[in-house]
């Protein structure tokens, strides 16, 4: 018992020592800890992103389809660039780039 003569009255404090229990299993074994805590942050910040990113794409589709319903030319202009549609008496190219050397 001559090593507890030796440890300091704060370190023998059950509260104290219950505290820091307390602390320590929150932060590293409960299962709500802070490291599922930030991960799941990251997730929703991801989510978002990918949210904002899908809603400028239906923003832009939508748009796209009121062009289609309401002018001719951009019907015709959509089939030429998508499905490269051409007229009976044009010819179509395609050229692509290639980076091979």
């Known amino acids: 018992m001559k090593f507890l003569t030796h440890i300091p009255s704060w370190l023998k404090n059950k509260y104290l020592l219950a505290g ?10 409960d299962p709500k800890d802070w490291g599922v805590a930030y991960d799941k942050s990251a997730k929703l910040k991801e989510l978002q992103k990918s949210e904002n990113h899908l809603t400028a794409m239906i923003k832009d589709t939508k748009e796209e389809l009121n062009q ?3 002018n001719a030319g951009t019907i015709e202009k959509y089939a030429r660039e998508k499905y490269l549609m051409k007229k009976d008496n044009e010819d179509l190219f395609i050229v692509s780039s290639s980076t091979a050397h």
């Open 20 to 29: 820091a229990f307390f602390v320590v299993w929150m932060f590293f074994f």
């Open 68 to 70: 289609l319903k309401t």
